[in-house]
């Protein structure tokens, strides 16, 4: 049976020395591929395991930081993470992690987790924006859309869908998984990155896209346990510019109680120039 939820999906079984393995379910793949979201969730729950084990009890150190370079698709099929504390001071930890698959590295992920700090200057982003009425539920349809979006529930808040030609490029709305499932720090990189690119909005047909580069900072680091599964999330995104078959999108999530969860940056290539 098909992994439904993303904590089924990211599982990882153990092989030591900072290895672990686990399997692509083809309904998590987007085409050809992997979902970029569940790829980051591998890297981080890998690192996440080491990071902790290097960690005296009492010791708490949140998802901070992460970034990713996807070197190359993952197939459905077996898959290898390896991952590695770089240094761990007094209070934050840096670590690495690859995707394998056959032996050659498909996305390199290096992050950062850090415990709380004292702080005399504290200052706090505005509050999620007021979300409009007239929402439009996304559906999944298959053949059409990414194998993935089945496992996530959309309600946009524009109407300028991807491939519809649209004059502008912003992507807002809000999403939660479709079955139920605590939302910790490998779901949250599903979440953030379950949404189109914007700038495909611009086209008036489908065309291949391909994150290479992604950087987030979790602001509000997930609770213990993670945010409830049927929690919604607001997401907004935008195309900073597009050139050259290059995309710098910039995108924000909001959390179930409203307060800024994280931010991103992506750097995606489009083939809308391809001529066959």
Known sequence: MSPRTFPDAVALAELGDGRYSTVLDPSWAQGRAAFGGLVAGWAVAALRRQVDATLPPGDVRPLRSVMVDFVAPVAPGPVEVRAEVLRSGSSLTQGRAEVLQDGQVAAVLLAAFGAARPTRIPWAPAPQPPLPEDRVTFPYIEGVLPAFVQHYSFEWARTN???????????????????????????????????????????????????????????????????????????QSDCVVSADGHVDMDSRLWGPDGSLVATSRQLVVEFSGRTR
Do not use: H, K
């Open 161 to 235: 869908f991807p491939y519809t030609g649209a004059d502008s490029t912003g992507v807002d709305g809000r999403v939660r998984p479709a079955t139920p499932a605590p939302v910790d720090e490998p779901a949250l990189m599903g979440i953030i990155d379950a949404w189109p690119a914007p700038v495909l909005c611009l086209s008036d047909r489908p065309i291949p896209s391909s994150t290479v580069t992604w950087f987030v900072n979790v602001v509000t680091p997930p609770p213990v346990g993670g945010w409830p599964g049927d929690g919604w999330f607001r997401y």
